[in-house]
């Protein structure tokens, strides 16, 4: 793949940006400036109920804060956009479409009671989880029939029930996973909005994303996004799953370890240049000596082989050693700003 790297950072605004999420931001950030790259900024606004007032503008902030600028997306007009994919709706809408018409996709009628029962028998029976593909195959006349009740269906994905799906992941090397173990996802919801499996896939192919650089979370996600791939014929990008951020209790970082809000570090009173430096190395390093790098440092040295497989530990007292350091090599006119 000798395309320009085209990577992007995809918040949803469901709530204030956490630090695990900017840390992801970042190093999509670095390993777009490092590789003379662009870097998206795309907004996956897609989950209605969940929205936060105000969290889009606090993304906004946050960023400019830090100095990690977007080539893309709000404010920054580009050729891909828009860039909220709420304003998209359609691009979902037309792929769910094709691939239903494909086979490779079917309408689901399933009521939630059904599916809630569905489940606690699963769970009585202590089976895995998972869509019992109850409408896979239902004729036409059935889906007419359901269609005269008023059902507004949603789109699931018809998983192959045998095989596997592989990949190299640019940090973890191979992964493996079985069709058999994963369901039939939902793709279009009745609301006729996405869910992040499509929306992802449709807009990192249609936006020409080359390397999707996310938390460890998604990986389980990543064979469904491979199928998708190969049921619309797109070249999938490559994948890099960033290492955990843990408390120094080795437990996932929460509210207890202190502010968890980028916005909160600003207020107080943290440099921008100290949180760029401390959140470089949740994950990834120099060497093992060097602490403190600039930013231009970080860039020319940024690479995936030297981000770590095993979870990063948020180490508060670090960052205000660090944040001291940076404060102390200020001029009394930077410190008076």
């Known amino acids: 793949m000798n395309n320009p790297v085209r990577v992007r950072y995809a918040p949803s605004p469901t709530g204030y940006p956490h630090v ?4 992801t931001a970042l190093f999509n950030w670095l390993f777009a400036r490092h590789c003379g790259g662009s870097f998206i900024l795309r907004i996956e606004d897609t989950d209605v109920t969940r ?6 503008a606090a993304i906004l902030d946050s960023l400019r804060w830090l100095g990690l600028d977007w080539d893309e997306g709000p404010q920054v007009e580009g050729k891909y956009g828009p860039y909220f994919q709420s304003q998209r709706l359609e691009l979902y809408r037309e792929a769910a479409e094709r691939l239903i018409s494909q086979g490779n996709a079917y309408y689901c009628y399933c009521s939630p009671q059904r599916l809630e029962e569905m489940r606690a028998e699963q769970v009585r029976h202590k089976q895995p989880p998972g869509y019992d593909r109850h409408c896979r195959n239902l004729s036409r006349e059935e889906q007419s029939q359901k269609e005269a009740e008023g059902i507004t269906p949603v789109v699931r994905f018809k998983t192959p029930l045998a095989g596997q799906i592989k990949f190299n992941d640019l940090i973890r090397g191979e992964v493996v996973f079985e069709n058999n173990t994963i369901d039939d996802f939902v793709l279009l919801k009745s609301d006729g909005y996405p869910t992040y499996h499509l929306a992802s896939v449709v807009d990192d192919h249609l936006m020409e994303i080359t390397h999707v650089l996310r938390a460890e979370e998604w990986l389980s996600s990543t064979p469904r996004h491979l199928l998708l791939y190969h049921a619309f014929g797109f070249e999938p990008p490559q994948f890099a799953h960033l290492p955990m951020l843990l408390g120094t209790d080795r437990a996932k970082l929460s509210k207890r370890h202190g502010a968890v809000s980028i916005t909160e570090y600003c207020e107080q009173g943290y440099l921008p240049q100290a949180m760029v430096n401390f959140l470089a190395l949740l994950g990834w ?3 093992d000596r060097t602490e403190i790098l600039s930013r231009q440092e970080l860039i ?23 944040n001291g350091v940076y404060i102390r090599s200020l001029t009394a006119d930077e410190f008076f700003e």
Not at 20 to 23: D, S
Not at 51 to 56: P, Q, R, S, Y
Not at 300 to 322: P, Y
């Open 20 to 23: 695990g999420n900017i840390r």
């Open 51 to 56: 929205k936060v007032e105000g969290a889009v």
């Open 285 to 287: 390093s120099l060497d």
């Open 300 to 322: 020319k040295n940024f690479s995936l082989e030297r981000v770590s497989r095993t979870a990063a530990i948020f180490n508060r007292d670090k960052l205000d050693w660090m």
